[in-house]
DNA sequence: AGGCGTACCTGAGGGC
DNA sequence: TGCCCTCAGGTACGCC
């Protein structure tokens, strides 16, 4: 699920659910070591005053403290109503706020992060502008990028230099800027800069609209993610028909990751 | 600074 | 049917 488009979904569904709440009781398993159990009471008794977004990570504002939550893999938040809620054995946070709900923060595979920074956000890991947040011009990506060295797509997927692509949407952008994802940055050009600002823009904002994908189509989670799933150009089809030029998508690791791209139309 | 390997986790799915 | 192996949307760490 979660990258970048994936988050505001959940960040819109959570601000519909607790801006404005107070928070009535925080409680976690115990089990989850990206969970900060023994901070997470302070905010007992805190009013939510703004849900955020920044690249991955969501942030709610709760007066001293923001509370900070990055899905990681698996997690995912759920609204239920307190007093019909049984605890899932996935469910590692839960969150009650002063209208009887609960928010269950749920991650199977563990590698989700729930914290507290300080206003300042000074506990986020160093990130690079949000591109919906701040949004990019060809100009000041090559601000961003130009100083760097290094292979395309593993610079995007770096959230210190671009905060939210992960890898399904670093390899549909570069499909859709129609560069190799293994160029290396210092050869790009005014015009391959031109091509990656408005699909970087284009497909976050389009998969927003189509409700973000999910690779696992879950049916009867209440309401946290959609099933909708975008319609992937490269991703996970590899042997297929490239929807543009028709020659066959290849997969090939690259820094650790399975990158999906069409070795024909991306130069 | 970047690349690479490894570690952290569970569950789904393929091969036999 | 069932066991074993591999793999997955992310990040962090240490080493070169």
Not at 33 to 42: F, I
Not at 240 to 245: D, F, G, L, N, V
Request: with cysteine; glycine share 10%; net charge positive.
């Amino acid at each position: 699920m979660p990258e970048l488009p994936e988050v505001e979904i959940v960040r819109r569904n959570l601000t519909a659910w607790v801006q404005g709440r107070t928070i009535t009781n925080v409680a976690s398993s115990g089990r989850h070591r990206g969970v900060a159990k023994a901070s997470l009471t302070s905010i007992m008794g805190c009013r939510i005053e703004e849900v955020g977004r920044l690249g991955k990570y969501l942030t709610l504002r709760t007066g001293p403290h923001v509370l900070i939550i990055h899905l990681g893999m698996s997690g995912r938040l759920l609204s239920h109503d307190a007093a019909a809620y049984a605890a899932g054995p996935h469910d590692h946070v839960r969150i009650s706020t002063d209208d009887g709900r609960l928010i269950a923060f749920q991650d199977h595979r563990r590698f989700g992060r729930v914290f507290l920074s300080p206003l300042d956000l000074s506990a986020l890991p160093p990130l690079g502008p949000d591109p919906l947040c701040t949004p990019f011009t060809a100009t000041r990506l090559v601000e961003i990028l130009g100083r760097r060295r290094g292979v395309l797509k593993s610079i995007l997927m770096n959230q210190a230099v671009v905060a939210g692509i992960g890898n399904i949407y670093a390899c549909e952008i570069l499909w859709a800027s129609r560069l190799s994802p293994f160029r290396s940055v210092s050869s790009l050009r005014k015009g391959d800069y031109l091509r990656l600002v408005v699909s970087l823009t284009d497909v976050l904002t389009r998969a927003i609209t189509a409700g973000g994908s999910t690779l696992d189509d879950y049916r009867d989670t209440d309401g946290a993610m959609g099933n909708f799933d975008i319609n992937f150009a490269v991703y996970a089809r590899s042997g297929a028909a490239c929807p543009r030029c028709d020659s066959r998508i290849v997969a090939q690791i690259l820094g650790g990751r399975v990158t999906y791209w069409c070795p024909n139309c991306q130069l």
